[in-house]
């Protein structure tokens, strides 16, 4: 896979189609993978990787780079085509800078993951069918390669590829997901027993934001957070409130536009689930106003700029529970 | 409990002057009457307003007045914006002073001097003008070159008619951008007036004013064969603790508040073009 | 040198609760944190905590003073919780050379006393490291990750925890535990340590040398372009130390409090006459060259970097400053 | 749940400018009663109801806050309740999920000629507030503190 990406990448510059391509950067470990714009041959060919590590979704950079003047390539997994069509339609990616190259995903990886099984100095990964053969600083270990995967891809909602000028790997399916069985979970528990979740979770904030800078749905030029004038400037996780304002807020924002990539998640330093958050938006919405994924159509009215008259009234959230 | 050096005191504005549209001049005394403190010409201090913000200005009045600080402070944000719809009367909280200030002691003593300045870049200047004119006798012919938008906006217009220009040895220039009526005096850019008013290069030149003014006026210095380590300007960045530890006024291996924010040319020379 | 079996590691806990506030890094790997000590907590398994041992002294919010506003009047009021001591165990040896970064920050005339009541009130008592990770590169810095200092150093080998004072409060400490015994660490063999696949980083390239270089070099641009100016690099590092003083009204009074900020983000040095900084470029080098370059010009050389390799496990991107480091120092190719 | 007795809870009633404003004016002329812990705040349609608003007044010490408008189809602006009760309806289910009691937020549809209703959903809902008590859960300590 990764040979024929590069050869394609190659080929996209040399033949004029780009100036351009964004991809991801070998680093220093076999895991440490940087997006990155490559502009020669030899970039490719020394430093362009894709391998169960890339988890990146590129389409982010991809708001800034379709701006930069000339045409950008970019190699999209499936659940980084969904937020490229979702930018696409708030009118955030141009897309005719860009030149999309759909690449399958077999699941892609999570160092932290690995280390959550309790493996220490990982030096190396190799895929054995199944499992995955970790060589550590401290002998060889070995782990399924689910355990490895991210949560994302444990619960992989499609491998769609959608809106890409060509494929490299087969077309997919949107496939059944259990994604929402945590947040059903969640649901089912009391509301004491979720506020004690959520504060053991959201405690942890240090409002770093990168879940914010990460995500493709938190384009703003200028979040409100970060706007003195806003009234609601919101720096420092000072208490607990300012904790639940922030991601509240944050995940309302993106509700209806977010693709359920999981990147906040990824990249969360303290390994808070952030996309639970997301996900309970996006299972309302289903159970609501109907099934609704973002990004999957370009023409689809998204449920928060969209009503019935016979919408449920709020009330509804009051009502459906069986805990006073 | 110890003194924290980022708990500030009270103090009392005591007068407001209207110098130009946007610019006014704060009397600030201790809650005692007096003086809140001594201090350097050029060196600043942190002005703030409970609930909206901290601001670091440079003190406009010379050390050699005894009974209080003044600031002169363009409204152009947030806090100053406050500053300016304030009431004497209002007390503000104040720290200071920060910064290492000119060397009106040491590398200016004995030197003819030349004044650079535009707009509100008068406010640090004042302070070593107003010095230098008390101590006269230690320094040797003095030069002021300020200009600004119209003659509406040179701020302190009255303070440099009535005392500066007549004083012995002093040489006030003034120039503003546009002709206008009641204006007789020069009119131009104050890069081209440096220029024109074709300086002995053995003087020492202080500067202030926005970026643009300063890059052209130094230009014209280079090519008239100014020394690099004759001339001084401050730097203005954002800043929150002027102890040199919050971060934002770094450049290099200096931080504005305390090593600066006077600096020799030549040794902006030796920091990263990063202000 | 004391010991103790560590089958009794709960009961020295308890006593060292007793006297104070007592922290220990506890949690899954990950999440691990400096966690105040209560019946039943475990060390964690982890070899470091997500978030550093400089919070403990430094922390991310605190209140500096209050300010209560009538009509034209200000009222100062000051009112800070009074010092409690407090112990941190189980802080590694890069962790603890931080606190000698930091202290030349913040104990600098004039000292900032918020965190030098913290400091005085501290006792830290450190642990030295067994299994490091791929990512530790503290060696590199010279620094001993195998006797690490602190004011009690502590080594666990074999079912034995090991604990020498190195300074009066650190002696102090150890006096009051009664379940201490006299014993002597046996010798560690630890090859480990030069397995590590960053022990051979080399640095000599930076230090407060080569400043307008390093400053201009071409480089910066690749290594910044995908810098996502997020400010997680910034906040588990256990070095860095800029602040942001923030005003909030509570409807009653003006709370004026400290919190961390970062460098990387956009508004950090935003000022209404314009952006010194003006793109993520100049965010991301100003962190680099603060660690590499400017603090070693004005430190004697001392990197401000520990390298406990947390900004290799967290950054979104990694991007990082071994990355950086290994990019600026390499030489051109002619 | 501890209910105390003295306890007065804070309650924000954000009204839309067109109905339920005049709703509660109304009630006001007719004398009907209502707690006077009821804080009105007036907004342009009920669609202008920034979530952020409704945590803000949390923080600033209500104990519950209740969104008044035009009743569906009705809007001044002929769609804007619809867009508020869309998000409205999320934003309460967000906070029911984050073990904030779903009965300190509510949505009531009052019209301009509704006095009567008015009152009896404030007086309705203060008392299941007061029921609740104190709000905990979404609390700034420091706004609180005297």
């Known amino acids: ?67 930069k003047g000339g045409k950008v390539g970019a190699f999209l997994k499936p659940c980084d085509t969904y937020s490229f069509q979702q930018l696409q339609k708030e009118h955030r990616i141009l897309p005719e800078n860009v030149y999309a190259v759909g690449v399958q995903c077999g699941g892609m990886c999570d160092i932290d993951a690995i280390r959550a099984a309790g493996i220490k100095g990982v030096l190396d990964v190799e895929e054995q069918g199944d499992s995955l053969l970790v060589h550590t600083l401290y002998g060889d270990k070995s782990l399924d390669r689910a355990a ?17 000028a060509e494929l490299i790997g087969e077309q997919g399916e949107e496939q059944p997901s259990a994604r929402f069985e945590q947040v059903a979970e969640l649901e089912a528990m009391t509301p004491e027993e979720r506020f004690a979740f959520w504060r053991g979770e959201l405690s942890r904030c240090i409002r770093c934001n990168a879940c914010r800078n990460v995500c493709p749905a938190c384009s703003c030029e200028k979040c409100v957070f970060d706007n003195p004038s806003s009234g609601a400037e919101n720096k420092a996780p000072a208490n607990s409130f300012e904790e639940n304002l ?55 009215k998204p449920p928060l700029v969209n009503f019935q008259a016979d919408d449920p009234e709020p009330s509804v959230v009051r009502e459906r529970g069986t805990n006073p | 409990m110890r003194h924290d050096p980022l708990i500030p005191m009270l103090a009392q504005v005591t007068d407001i002057r209207q110098d130009t549209p946007d610019v006014k001049t704060l009397r600030v005394v201790g809650l005692d009457g007096k003086k809140p403190f ?217 931080y504005v508040c305390k090593d600066g924010p006077v600096f020799r040319l030549d040794q902006l020379d030796q920091l990263p073009d990063e202000y | 040198m004391k010991k103790l079996p560590l089958s009794q590691l709960d009961a020295f806990f308890a ?76 802080v590694r040896a890069c962790d603890c050379r931080s606190f000698d970064i930091l202290d030349k920050v913040f104990l600098a005339d004039p000292a900032d006393t918020y965190y030098k009541t913290r400091r005085e009130n501290g006792t830290i008592v450190t642990l030295a490291c067994t299994e490091p990770e791929e990512t530790c590169f503290c060696t590199a810095l010279g620094i001993d990750p195998a006797n690490p200092a602190g004011d009690v150093s502590g080594w666990i080998a074999e079912d034995t925890l090991y604990l020498q004072a190195n300074t009066g409060k650190g002696s102090a400490l150890l006096e009051t535990l009664p379940m201490l015994e006299e014993g002597e660490k046996p010798e560690l063999d630890q090859p480990v340590f030069d397995r590590l696949p960053l022990k051979d980083l080399d640095w000599s390239a930076f230090g407060g040398e080569r400043m307008m270089e390093h400053f201009n070099s071409p480089k910066w641009a690749s290594l910044a372009e995908s810098c996502l100016g997020c400010g997680s690099c910034t906040f588990v590092c256990p070095t860095c130390q800029c602040y942001d003083i923030k005003d909030f009204n509570t409807g009653s009074e003006i709370k004026r409090f400290r919190c961390w900020d970062s460098c990387m983000y956009s508004d950090f040095t935003l000022m209404s006459a314009g952006q010194p900084r003006p793109t993520q470029l100049e965010r991301f080098r100003q962190r680099f060259m603060h660690k590499l370059v400017y603090y070693p010009s004005t430190h004697e050389g001392e990197f401000g970097c520990v390298g406990c390799g947390r900004c290799l496990q967290k950054c979104p991107i990694s991007m990082n400053i071994v990355k950086v480091a290994g990019t600026l120092g390499k030489e051109e190719t002619p | 749940m501890q209910v105390n007795e003295t306890f007065k ?83 309460f289910s967000m906070l029911d999920y984050l073990g904030i009691e779903r009965e300190r937020t509510r949505v009531e549809w009052v019209s301009a000629a509704e006095g009567a209703k008015f009152a009896e959903t404030m007086n309705d809902f203060v008392e299941t507030v007061t029921r609740l008590g104190e709000n905990r859960r979404l609390e700034d300590l420091r706004c609180k503190s005297e």
Not at chain 1, 152 to 160: E, G, M, N, Q
Not at chain 2, 222 to 235: A, C
Not at chain 3, 71 to 86: D, L, M, T, V
Request: glycine letters at 10%.
């Open chain 1, 1 to 67: 896979m990764q040979e024929r990406i590069k050869a394609k990448a190659i080929e996209l510059l040399e033949s004029g189609v780009c100036g351009r391509v964004l991809g991801w950067k070998t680093g220093e470990f076999f895991y440490d993978v940087t997006p990155a714009v490559f502009e020669s041959r030899e970039e490719i060919e020394r430093d362009f990787v894709f391998g169960p590590f890339c988890g990146a979704n590129l389409s982010k950079y991809l708001i800034a780079e379709s701006r």
């Open chain 1, 148 to 164: 490895a995967l991210s949560e994302r891809c444990r619960v992989c909602k499609s491998k769609k590829i959608l809106g890409c």
């Open chain 1, 246 to 300: 922030f991601h509240i807020i944050r995940a309302f924002h993106v509700a209806g536009r977010c693709t359920d990539c999981g990147e906040c998640s990824r990249v969360c330093p303290q390994h808070i689930p952030l996309h639970l958050l997301n996900r309970k938006f996006i299972k309302d919405i289903n159970e609501l106003y109907g099934p609704y994924q973002a990004g999957a159509d370009m023409d689809a």
């Open chain 2, 38 to 254: 001594l201090h350097i010409p050029g060196q600043c201090a942190m002005l703030s307003i409970p609930g909206i913000g901290e601001a670091l200005f440079s003190i406009t009045s010379s050390p050699t007045n005894e009974d209080y600080l003044e600031f002169s402070i363009k409204k152009c944000g947030c806090v100053t914006d406050w500053l300016h719809a304030m009431e004497p009367g209002q007390q503000v909280t104040l720290r200071g002073p920060y910064g290492n200030g000119f060397p009106v002691d040491t590398d200016f003593a004995g030197k003819d001097l030349v004044f650079v300045a535009g707009g509100i870049g008068l406010a640090p200047l004042r302070s070593v003008i107003n010095y230098v004119r008390h101590y006269r006798d230690r320094y040797g012919k003095v030069d002021i070159v300020y200009g600004s938008r119209s003659k509406a906006d040179l701020v302190d217009y009255q303070e440099i008619l009535d005392e500066w220009s007549k004083e012995d040895g002093i040489s006030v220039h003034l120039t503003i951008d546009n002709p206008q009526p009641d204006w007789d005096g020069h009119v131009g850019f104050v890069p081209n007036y440096v220029k024109e008013l074709a300086f002995d290069t053995g003087r020492t030149v202080v500067m202030c004013g926005p970026p643009i003014m300063i890059k052209f006026t130094l230009a014209g210095l280079m090519e008239q064969g100014f020394p690099r380590d004759q001339i001084y300007t401050t730097l203005e960045l954002r800043m929150k603790c002027a102890l040199g530890r919050c971060g934002r006024c770094n450049i290099g291996d200096k």
């Open chain 3, 15 to 90: 006593a060292l609760a007793a006297g104070q506030e007592l922290y220990i890094p506890a949690g899954d790997a990950g999440t691990a944190a400096f966690t105040p000590w209560r019946e039943g907590l475990k060390l964690t398994p982890a070899l470091n905590t997500s978030r550093s041992a400089k919070d403990l002294f430094f922390p991310q919010v605190e209140n500096l003073v209050d300010f209560k506003v009538t009509g034209k009047q200000i009222e100062i009021i000051e009112n800070r919780a009074p010092a409690k001591p407090f112990v941190i165990f189980g």
């Open chain 4, 9 to 91: 809870p804070t309650v924000v009633a954000f009204c839309c400018n067109w109905c339920s404003y005049a709703g509660a004016d109304l009630a006001g002329t007719n004398r009907l009663q209502y707690p006077a812990d009821v804080k009105i705040i007036r907004i342009p349609c009920s669609c202008r109801l920034n979530p952020l608003f409704i945590l803000r007044a949390f923080q600033r010490g209500a104990d519950g806050v209740i969104l008044c408008g035009c009743h569906p189809g009705d809007c001044h602006y002929t769609t804007g309740n619809y867009y508020a009760r869309r998000r409205m309806t999320l934003l």
